[in-house]
């Protein structure tokens, strides 16, 4: 993950833009966004071609999120875990 960086603290009323270093051989990349460092419970999860994602701010509160590269059935391991405070 390249941004948002670790421990950052946003304002719940600004679009978050989450990205990642682009890989040569993947497809898509899984993003996870969660409210705990262990994604026992994950509030979004979305497949994309691109190394970018836009969301909406979630309730304020603390998240983690974490991506992870993907070519055809296969995926790598997932990224570092990167914590994002909303207020």
């Known amino acids: 993950p390249t941004e948002p960086r670790d421990e950052v603290v946003k304002n719940v009323k600004e679009p ?14 899984e ?3 969660s409210r ?3 994604f026992s419970s994950v509030v979004h ?7 970018i994602l836009i969301l909406r701010q979630e309730a304020a509160g603390s998240y983690y ?10 995926a790598s391991g ?3 875990v990167r914590k994002l405070v909303n207020h």
């Open 36 to 38: 705990d460092p262990s």
């Open 16 to 29: 978050v833009i989450f990205t990642w270093a682009k890989t040569v051989l993947t497809d898509a990349y």
């Open 65 to 74: 999120w974490r991506v992870r590269g993907k070519s055809g059935k296969f």
């Open 78 to 80: 997932w990224s570092p």
């Open 45 to 51: 999860s979305e497949t994309t071609p691109m190394n």
């Open 31 to 33: 993003f996870q966004l």
